[in-house]
C-alpha cells in the first residue's frame, strides 16, 4: 500500500469519527429538553414556480404553525422534560432550489443511505447562517397546488441531522392537515417512530390514541405517529387536525423520551388462535404478551423475531414451526 492511500484512509477515517462525533452530541443535546428546539420551517415552491402556490407560500405567517408547537406543549405534559415549551417554531426564508429526490417507499437501505447524505449536503448549501444547528430542527415543506383527487409524495423526517421533507398542499382547507404531517415528520427527527403497518393501518396497541377504550371501536382520535383515526378494523379516516391526535406511549417509552434515549419498540403480532400451552410458552420467550379478541401482542426482550405457524394455529407442538429474524 502506498503512502498516498494510507493518508487518503486515513482522511476518510478522520472525517468519518469527526461526522460520527458530531451526530452524537446532536443527538444528545436536541433529545436533552433543557431548552426549546428551534424550528424553522422553510416554504420552497413544489410544482415548478406555480403562480398559485407562489401566492399561498408567499401569504403564509407563523400563525399557521402556531398548533404545531401546542400540540408539542401540550403532549409533552406526560413528560418529566426541563422545558415546559419543547418546540419554538420560526419560518425561514423562501427557497427557489428543491432537494434531491427522495427515494420510492420499498427502496433499499443503501438508496435511502445515499439519499440522506445528499440530503444533508443540499441543507447544508441551501441554509447557510451562523445558527447552531445542535437544537435547530430544519424543515423543508414543498407545497404543491391542491388538485382532487391528487397524490403526494411520501414525507421525510431524518433522526440523524434534525431535518425533514415535507410535501403539503397550498390551500388554506389543508393548513390543519399539513400541521399534522409537519408534526408528525417534526417527531422522526428527535427518534420517534412509525406505528403504522405496510397497509397504513395502525398498530396495536401502540397505534392508537386509547388501546384500552371498550369497546375498541370507533377511536375518537388519533396517536400521531399515525395520523388516522381506526374507526373499525378494516377502516379508518385522516385526522381533521392536531386537536384529534395525541402522542400515545408506554411507560418506559416515556422514561426513555425524557432521558434523551433512542426509543425502542420491537412489537410482533400474532393473529391466530393460541392453546395455553403455546401462550405459556410465548410468555418465556418475550416480555409483556397479552391477549385482546384472540390476538396475542407481544414485545421481544432481545433480537427481533416472528413466528410462523403454517397450521395457521398458534400449537407449537405441530410441524413446521420456526424462527424467522425479521
Not at 27 to 53: F, H, M, Q
Not at 169 to 180: K, L, V, Y
Not at 208 to 214: F, I, K, L, R, V
Amino acid at each position: 500500500m502506498t503512502l498516498f492511500k494510507i493518508i487518503r484512509i486515513l482522511i476518510l477515517l478522520a472525517v468519518f469519527v469527526v461526522v460520527a462525533f458530531y451526530t452524537k452530541n446532536q443527538k444528545l443535546k436536541s433529545r436533552s429538553w433543557t431548552e426549546p428546539l428551534s424550528v424553522v420551517i422553510y416554504r420552497i415552491n413544489g410544482d415548478n414556480n406555480s403562480p398559485v402556490v407562489n401566492e399561498y407560500i408567499n401569504e403564509l405567517d407563523e400563525g399557521v404553525f402556531e398548533p404545531v408547537d401546542r400540540f408539542m406543549q401540550q403532549q409533552s405534559e406526560k413528560y418529566t422534560l426541563i422545558t415546559k415549551q419543547p418546540t419554538q417554531i420560526r419560518m425561514g426564508a423562501v427557497l427557489t432550489v428543491q432537494p434531491p429526490e427522495a427515494p420510492l417507499p420499498g427502496s433499499g437501505y443503501a438508496a435511502i443511505i445515499w439519499w440522506g447524505l445528499k440530503f444533508r449536503y443540499w441543507t447544508y448549501k441551501n441554509t447557510p447562517d451562523s445558527d447552531s444547528d445542535m437544537r435547530r430542527i430544519r424543515i423543508f415543506v414543498l407545497y404543491h397546488e391542491a388538485v382532487q383527487g391528487r397524490s403526494l409524495q411520501h414525507s421525510l423526517g431524518l433522526d440523524k441531522g434534525l431535518a425533514a421533507v415535507i410535501h403539503a398542499f397550498a390551500s388554506i382547507e389543508q393548513d390543519q392537515q399539513n400541521n399534522i404531517v409537519i408534526a408528525h415528520e417534526l417527531l422522526h427527527t428527535v427518534g420517534a417512530t412509525d406505528k403504522y403497518a405496510a397497509d397504513n393501518s395502525a398498530l396495536f396497541p401502540t397505534g392508537y390514541a386509547d388501546p384500552e377504550q371498550s369497546p375498541l371501536y370507533p377511536q375518537t382520535k388519533a396517536e400521531i405517529m399515525v395520523g388516522r383515526i381506526p374507526l373499525s378494523e378494516t377502516g379508518m379516516r385522516m385526522a381533521d387536525s392536531l386537536s384529534e391526535c395525541v402522542d400515545w406511549r408506554t411507560n418506559s417509552e416515556r422514561n426513555q423520551l425524557a432521558a434523551g434515549r433512542e426509543i425502542t419498540r420491537p412489537i410482533r403480532c400474532f393473529p391466530m388462535q393460541l392453546n395455553d400451552e403455546a401462550s405459556a410458552i410465548l410468555n418465556s420467550l418475550f416480555l409483556n404478551s397479552f391477549r385482546r379478541g384472540g390476538v396475542l401482542y407481544t414485545h421481544c426482550t432481545s433480537t427481533r423475531h416472528r413466528l410462523f405457524f403454517p397450521s395457521g394455529r398458534g400449537d407449537l407442538k405441530k410441524p413446521g414451526f420456526d424462527w424467522q429474524k425479521v
